[in-house]
């Protein structure tokens, strides 16, 4: 599998490398926003590791031209700016997981794996998801309620995606984190919370049937009174 890495520090993408190329994964790197774009877009890689700070194009304009772009490949920000404001941004831009530096190299490694696992966002292949109303078009990222376009940052719909399929069961917070943002440890904040606050008020807001539950001390699950 191949993995992009846009750094420009050489010295990172170095040790990056060769701790990749040691776990078998095939390494391509670009030193600037404009290269990365290019690599990424002529290129099918399996992870897309990103930095944020460059002298040039920022990452946060690079994040939003890849999906702009159509690059499918699932997009892990490595970055030294540690404000939960950065991280809400960058997962609102559509990153798939956040890492901060320093970090660990079996760490890295470790949110590489979950996001292969996961294979990154839906393919053509993918067939719609449809529950109490609800459609969701895995190609083309739009939800629709009774009719009705919703329209959802790459995070809510990452989420509802994942309620969707989950339809009837009872999903804890560590699922939602795992599955979601790539985690597989709570980090501390409050973003499940957000997430399913902004869902409701797209989703249920003004509706009779509420399908976003809340399972006090357990959950959420997606599904009417």
């Not at 009779?208 to 009417?224: M, P, S």
């Amino acid at each position: 599998m191949d993995i992009l890495i846009i750094e420009d520090d050489p010295e990172i993408v170095a040790v990056v490398r060769e701790g990749l190329e040691e776990a078998g994964f095939r390494v391509e790197s670009a030193l600037s926003g404009e290269e990365g774009l290019l690599k990424a877009e002529a290129g099918n890689h399996a992870v897309i590791i990103l930095d944020l700070m460059f002298n040039g194009m920022d990452g946060f304009t690079i994040l939003r031209e890849l999906k702009a772009r159509g690059v499918k490949a699932p997009v892990l920000v490595a970055s030294a700016r540690k404000s939960v404001q950065d991280k809400v941004f960058c997962l609102d831009a559509g990153c798939d997981d956040y890492i901060t530096k320093p970090f660990s190299f079996a760490e890295l490694l470790a949110r590489i794996r979950v996001l292969v696992r996961r294979g990154g966002p839906p393919t053509a292949e993918g067939a719609p998801l449809s529950c109490e109303g609800v459609k969701l078009d895995l190609l083309n990222r739009k939800a629709v309620r009774n009719g009705q376009e919703i329209l959802l940052k790459p995070k809510e719909f990452a989420l509802l995606k994942y309620l969707m399929e989950n339809a009837g069961n009872v999903v804890t917070r560590a699922m939602i984190m795992e599955h979601v943002w790539g985690y597989n440890f709570d980090p501390g904040t409050k973003i499940i919370d957000v997430y399913i606050c902004q869902l409701r008020e797209k989703i249920d807001a003004g509706r009779d049937e509420k399908l976003i539950q809340t399972v006090r001390g357990t959950g959420y699950a997606f599904r009417r009174n």
